[in-house]
């Protein structure tokens, strides 16, 4: 496409009040990166994007979990993670797409050396940076320990997550 198309289409884009990234937020959760590039707001309701960004050798800080009325989807970008979805390890690399039903426990980690990203779609758009925000107090006032429980339980349940049991002691 050459740059006067390009900048055709940008201009009848922007005249129907669509634009790239139109939400833009970068929220750090502990050490993990989510990138909001479209909100519910911003899809009438249809679907929630976001970059997911894991540095080496890190798990998910908050506990596995459910979601109750949306089903998420994992496109691997860089790298590769694992995704445990209702106790089965799914390692989801570059170009590679893992759909998440509602009800699945899930919960992933990087195993690998080297920080791993991820597109995650949810949808219908009913999680959005909210959630995320909250989380990111909760965990970040942790201070690298563990996360405060029932807080984590309570922005959850508000947001139509299902916080699983604890895995039981050896």
Not at 60 to 78: F, N, Q, R, W
Request: aromatic share 6%; glycine share 8%.
């Amino acid at each position: 496409m050459s740059i006067a198309n390009r900048k055709e289409v940008a201009i009848t884009l922007s005249t129907n009040n669509a634009h790239i990234n139109p939400a833009d937020e970068t929220i750090r959760i502990g050490p993990l990166v989510v990138r909001f590039l479209l909100t519910g707001e911003q899809s009438n309701g249809s679907v929630a994007i976001f970059e997911l960004t894991v540095p080496g050798a890190q798990r998910l800080p908050v506990p596995a979990h459910s979601h109750d009325h949306y089903e998420e989807t994992i496109y691997g970008l860089d790298r590769v993670m694992t995704w445990t979805v209702d106790g089965k390890p799914i390692v989801v690399g570059p170009g590679q797409a893992l759909c998440i039903p509602r009800g699945a426990v899930h919960r992933f980690d990087n195993n690998g050396s080297q920080d791993a990203k991820s597109l995650c779609v949810i949808s219908p758009a009913l999680l959005g940076p909210e959630y995320f925000r909250e989380s990111a107090e909760v965990v970040n006032a942790a201070a690298g320990g563990p996360p405060d429980r029932a807080k984590m339980a309570e922005i959850m349940r508000r947001y139509g997550l299902t916080m699983a049991a604890p895995a039981p002691q050896a």
